[in-house]
């Protein structure tokens, strides 16, 4: 077996932050669409993250496995990911409806959030628990990091 070589982004990449699509959607960018360096969230009186891996959660609204692709939504809009076909148990999230977590590296934040995805994970079966859970474990997490 031969060893990926990852690039000094990857190298170098903090772990992931937990986000909403709408704090990506109003992100600045600090690289390149296609580099995979991240962005800026603002977290609000002067206070901002940069973020390049991001964790993220939502219901799945559309499939689209010859493109690769899924279309979630959280509370606070929609998001794409990309690669979803690669991620290892991955299949199980590819249904409508599913309440699903996405881990993955930025590589658009406007018009729409755009993830290439790393891991995914079912989170249906205590998805109210979960949805409920959700903008408080962000915000803390978000607390903690700026």
């Known amino acids: 077996m031969s060893k990926?070589?990852?690039?000094?982004?990857?190298?170098?990449?903090?772990?992931?932050?937990?986000?909403?699509?709408?704090?990506?959607?109003?992100?600045?960018?600090?690289?390149?669409?296609?580099?995979?360096?991240?962005?800026?969230?603002?977290?609000?009186?002067?206070?901002?993250?940069?973020?390049?891996?991001?964790?993220?959660q939502g219901t799945v609204l559309e499939v689209q496995q010859d493109r690769d692709?899924?279309?979630?939504?959280?509370?606070?809009?929609?998001?794409?990911v990309q690669g979803v076909n690669n991620i290892p148990k991955g299949k199980p999230c590819l249904s409508q409806g599913k309440y699903v977590m996405v881990m993955g590296i930025i590589q658009a934040v406007s018009p729409e959030p755009v993830i290439r995805a790393v891991k995914m994970a079912d989170l249906s079966e205590l998805a109210a628990l979960h949805r409920r859970m959700w903008k408080l474990e962000v915000d803390d997490l978000q607390q903690v990091l700026a």
């Open 4 to 56: 990926v070589e990852k690039t000094d982004v990857e190298r170098t990449r903090p772990p992931p932050v937990k986000v909403l699509s709408g704090q990506l959607r109003a992100a600045g960018n600090w690289g390149t669409a296609d580099s995979g360096a991240g962005c800026v969230i603002r977290l609000g009186r002067g206070r901002s993250l940069p973020v390049s891996l991001v964790w993220m």
């Open 69 to 80: 692709t899924v279309l979630l939504m959280d509370e606070t809009g929609t998001f794409v």
